[in-house]
């Protein structure tokens, strides 16, 4: 469904050192930085058909997070979920809600982590239990 989502940083380096880690989890490949023409800088990270950029505001305003937004990313395992969680938490980023772990609702069940980027972006690491009919 989607292409490409984009969230905005105030401090690129760090999203940098940031992302890098925790997509590489993914098995994300290296990063594409890029300039925008009105010089404000962005990183691109591609994987499995779709992109995630990071990016200076180009409005020149503090880069603020979706209230109520997430960004789920979907995990092979539970351990790859672990893993994003535990490097997120790692290079800056803050766990939130539960612990990493199983939850089971009326959509199924999952295994599930949530953790805050550096600039307060809620990110989700999922990894959708298959159960059978």
Known sequence: MFNHIVI???D????????????GV?????VMPHQ?????????YRHDGGTLGIAQPINDEPATFANGGTIA?????????????????????????????LRVDSLGQFYLAYVRDPDGNKLCALHRVKTSP
């Open 8 to 10: 905005g940083t105030n």
């Open 12 to 23: 690129i380096d760090r999203a940098r050192r940031f992302y890098d880690q925790v997509l």
């Open 26 to 30: 993914l098995g994300v490949g290296g």
């Open 36 to 44: 925008a023409k009105s010089g404000h800088q962005r990183l691109f």
């Open 73 to 101: 990313f979907r995990c092979a395992s539970p351990e790859q979920v672990h893993a994003f969680h535990d490097t997120a938490v790692a290079h800056g980023g803050v766990s939130i809600e539960e612990p990493p772990g």
